[in-house]
């Protein structure tokens, strides 16, 4: 026992000896301006061998190239036009078979609803109504916004507007078409409205006109209606569905004015008791109402003013100096100038106003990247190839930052007396001109300042009136032919 009690203790006196671990020398880490190059170099060196950098380029052009090409939407429902289509600047020479139809010639349309833009390009589609969609201007919007991707809902009470002039459109999914007046309420839902419901025909001026085939009191109260009415059901409609709001007003609003040319800041000069007070003072409450309903409602609103306008789809005898004089000519009567023929207009083509064309400055890139592999036509004279983004003068307005007024017109100004020359030249030489006495309240001048649309939408007209009129005719003699038949 006492020799294990030795034992014991021996152990617990034991000290177990421990040693500690020397501390590692700090490694130098290399400086970073010494492993950059050895890094530059071995990836330079990587891409060089076995011709990676070659393989890398190739699948670089190979990728872009799909990107451009690529379709994301198809339609086989109506045509496609070279005018509609950002792809057809980089691909000319691809036609479907109905693109006949073009402001060229054919039904003269400015566009169908297929489209092929490229993937990279695309936009996100938009429900959008429009009032008056069956009309002369409406109807070529609709084409327009359809071509771009648009769901696009017409409301149209078939007035004064033609079920022929979106008849093109039955067939698209993306089209649909209300038979309804805008003076009583409707319920949608949508992102955008284009309000261009308004019946604006001067012949209705007038009851002692030859041309007024209806009752002018009731034409003029549906008139006023649609103006005020209508505007208040449509700016309902944006308030409650949050939706953007676009007023297509007039230069009428104007009135016969005392500033020339007129600019958005002028108030006009207007009887608001006259014949025409109707249409002139209709569109300045419209104008009136919507600023209201933006003030006080906060609905995002645009307003237009739209000066003489003309092209296919317009109606034969709605009483507008163009058409008049082109169907008076075809159909072999005397134009009619009222008064001594010297009040000036300005006259801008449909496709101005609805196609207009603006640069981005992604375009460049392109034009820069890929001349080696599409052959890029110039912009030719019937507006046929487009530059590769097309901006509306309606759909920049509706989609940029400034709510406007905005003139939407051409600066070049005629008399009436030189329009008829011009009609003359292009329709029939041996045209003759009748003097009438001249209506009441006519404007003496007419001409936009467009410098605030230039500077603010990048925007202004291209189609001269020597240009525009022949595509007008042709349209006119195939309607006025058939009529006949």
């Known amino acids: 026992m006492k020799q294990l009690h030795k034992q014991s203790s021996l152990n617990q006196n ?12 700090p490694q130098a880490r290399p400086s970073s301006a010494s ?21 890398v380029l190739a699948g670089a052009v190979i990728a872009s190239t799909f990107f451009l090409l690529h379709p994301y939407y198809h339609s086989s429902t109506s045509g496609l036009q070279p005018s509609d289509h950002l792809a057809h600047r980089l691909l000319p020479t691809f036609r479907h078979p109905s693109s006949a139809s073009s402001f060229g010639g054919g039904d003269a349309t400015i566009g169908g609803s297929g489209k092929r833009v ?5 936009k996100p589609s ?70 261009l419901a308004c019946p604006a025909s001067p012949v209705h001026y007038n009851k002692d006109d030859s041309f007024c085939f209806i009752d002018c009191f009731k034409f003029l109260t549906i008139e006023y209606k649609t103006n005020v009415m209508g505007t208040l059901n449509m700016l309902g409609l944006a ?28 108030w006009g000069h207007v009887n608001p008791i006259g014949v025409r007070s109707c249409y002139d003072e209709g569109k300045r409450t419209a104008e009136t109402l919507t600023m209201d309903y ?15 306008t003309y092209g296919p789809r317009m109606c034969l005898d709605d009483g507008r100096v163009v058409s008049n ?5 075809l159909r072999k009567e ?4 009222y008064g001594d023929g010297k009040q000036t207009r300005s006259f801008q083509y449909v496709s101005d106003l609805v196609l207009n064309h603006v640069l981005v400055p992604f375009i460049f890139t392109i034009d820069l990247i890929y001349p080696f592999i599409f052959e890029l036509p110039e912009r030719t004279s019937d507006d046929r190839y487009m530059k590769i983004c097309q901006v509306d003068g309606l759909v920049a307005l509706m989609e940029g930052e400034h709510m406007g007024p905005f003139n939407l017109g051409n600066p070049g100004e005629f008399t009436m007396l030189e329009l008829a020359e011009v009609v003359k030249e292009v329709v029939d030489p041996s045209a003759t001109i009748e003097f009438r006495p001249n209506t009441a309240d006519d404007p003496h001048m007419r001409k936009p300042d467009i410098s605030k649309a230039k500077e603010q939408l990048n925007w202004e007209p291209k189609v001269t009136l020597r240009e525009g009129l022949p595509r007008m005719v042709t349209d006119f003699s195939k309607r006025i032919l058939s009529a006949e038949k």
Do not use: C, W
């Not at 034991?14 to 020398?25: E, L, N, V, W």
């Not at 490229?118 to 695309?122: A, E, I, M, S």
């Not at 933006?294 to 003489?308: C, L, S, T, W, Y």
């Not at 005397?334 to 100038?337: I, K």
């Open 14 to 25: 034991q000290q177990i000896p421990t040693y500690a671990a020397k501390p590692a020398k």
């Open 35 to 55: 492993s950059s190059p050895s890094f530059l170099r071995a990836a330079a060196g990587y891409l060089l061998r076995e011709q990676r950098l070659l393989f």
């Open 118 to 122: 490229p993937v990279g390009l695309k």
């Open 126 to 195: 938009k429900r959008v109504v429009v009032t008056g969609g069956a009309g002369f201007v409406g109807s070529h919007l609709v084409d327009k916004l359809l071509a771009r991707g648009d769901s696009v809902i017409v409301i149209d009470n078939f007035f004064t507007g033609r079920k022929e002039n979106v008849v093109h459109h039955f067939g698209n999914p993306r089209f649909e078409l209300i038979r309804h007046d805008v003076v009583e309420p409707i319920l949608l839902e949508v992102d955008e409205i284009y309000h």
């Open 239 to 266: 308030k409650r569905i949050g939706a953007r709001f676009l007023l297509t007003s007039t230069s009428e609003v104007y009135g016969d004015p005392l500033e020339h040319p007129q600019k958005e800041t002028y």
């Open 294 to 308: 933006h003030r006080g409602a906060e609905v995002e609103v645009r307003i237009a003013r739209i000066f003489n």
């Open 325 to 329: 004089f082109v169907a008076q000519a």
């Open 334 to 337: 005397p134009m009619t100038v």
